[in-house]
């Protein structure tokens, strides 16, 4: 059964109304890693090597657009398979990739974007830490932050796992846990990337490898998944996996290429900048959780009447409004019982956006939410909300 089947009747209908896609755990990047760490399922051949390559940024619209524009890429799509499948809410990077290293849902491990740690008493942006855990959480001697990557682990245990991962990425998992006693590939990116792969499907001893690019996802923020910088990015991405097709048969190893999320492309006119003056924090006993497309927030007692009224003159065009228990008992989050440090930065209400729109919290002292950096397009990407474009991604198998 299919978590959506779970999904309360009145939260799908409204949430479909409004144009937004609830998660499908059962067909889903989350779903895929509970194979790979199994080693069976309806994706898995159990006798075949496997290379698992996480595309950050590549949303199923995004393949679509690149098949139709090449005749190379789409007869490569038609001798292999591709399917749509879906990824959990919030479709935030750090969110999505925790469950997929941990197996836990979003709702167990409550990585939501920026969160609230009792242990240090203090907001943290998820992308300033690593997102596995240190030897000192694990053994006790330091404040638990991030669940252990039990995915992985199990992966890992079977032997002949290799960690291909972006160098930026690995400075900040120095202090790694499981990445202490794990064969690292760091690279710079994808050409780095795909030359290690090649060199690693002709070792006897390499039977699973974890790769992740980052690259793609930097260009959708950065001048939007429609740009033509992009979309030569993505043509250059799947060329470099066709190159692989025939080395993949020769090690007798199969392709998984998937994303944590897809993108939508805003403007400035769909931001909502909300300014340290803002009566909207009057309302807040915290700063916001969350990111710019989901947001959870606390409500001071007694004004949550207020604050609901607040937000449907002011902003419901742009955002929905919803009690956060509501979405917990759909099971938008994943299971229905949230430990205590999840179900706190849930928050008591959370707010999912409509459209492309985007949602800018200053810091204190600052009114000015601009684009500084004149290079960029004003039409940049974005993610971290429901949208079909956000939720849905893609998995193509090759070999």
């Not at 139709?68 to 749509?84: G, H, M, V, Y």
């Not at 740690?117 to 855990?133: H, R, V």
């Not at 792969?197 to 959708?220: G, M, P, V, W």
């Amino acid at each position: 059964m299919h978590a959506r089947d779970d999904i309360l009747p009145s939260i799908t209908s409204e949430l479909e109304e409004m144009g937004l896609n609830p998660p499908d755990f059962g067909n889903s990047n989350f779903s895929l890693m509970d194979e790979f760490a199994k080693n069976k399922g309806k994706h898995v051949n159990k006798e075949k090597k496997k290379v698992m390559l996480l595309v950050d940024g590549l949303g199923y619209d995004t393949v679509e657009k690149a098949v139709a524009r090449d005749e190379k890429i789409s007869k490569f799509i038609e001798r292999n398979t591709l399917e749509k499948m879906s990824t959990v809410f919030p479709s935030f990077t750090p969110s999505v990739i925790i469950s997929l290293n941990s197996g836990l849902e979003v709702g167990q491990h409550g990585i939501i974007g920026n969160f609230f740690f009792k242990g240090y008493g203090a907001m943290i942006n998820p992308f300033k830490i690593s997102w596995l855990p240190s030897k000192n959480e694990v053994d006790g001697v330091a404040p638990e932050i991030m669940p252990r990557p039990a995915n992985l682990e199990k992966i890992k245990k079977r032997g002949g796992f290799v960690y291909a991962m972006r160098d930026e990425v690995l400075r900040k998992e120095t202090n790694s846990d499981f990445l202490s006693d794990c064969e690292v590939l760091p690279h710079t990116g994808n050409e780095d990337l795909f030359v290690g792969i090649e060199r690693l499907l002709r070792r006897k001893n390499c039977d699973f490898i974890y790769a992740y690019t980052d690259a793609l996802d930097h260009f959708s923020h950065s001048y939007s998944k429609t740009s033509e910088e992009t979309v030569r990015l993505t043509a250059r991405l799947f060329r470099d996996i066709m190159e692989l097709e025939e080395k993949l048969k020769e090690a007798n190893a199969e392709l998984f290429v998937f994303s944590d999320h897809g993108q939508v492309v805003f403007k400035d006119s769909d931001i909502e900048r909300i300014g340290w003056k803002d009566k909207f924090l009057d309302f807040l006993e915290m700063p916001v959780f969350g990111n710019s497309r989901s947001f959870y927030m606390k409500i001071i007692d007694g004004k949550e009447k207020a604050f609901e009224d607040y937000f449907e003159k002011k902003y419901s065009k742009k955002a929905a409004l919803f009690d956060t228990n509501e979405l917990i008992k759909a099971g938008i989050f994943g299971k229905k019982k949230l430990p205590e440090f999840a179900r706190f930065n849930l928050g008591d209400k959370t707010a999912i956006t409509k459209d492309n729109a985007y949602f800018s919290f200053a810091k204190y002292g600052e009114e000015n939410h601009t684009n500084k950096n004149k290079y960029n397009s004003e039409n940049i990407g974005t993610h971290g909300g429901m949208s079909h474009e956000e939720m849905e991604i893609p998995l193509l198998k090759v070999g």
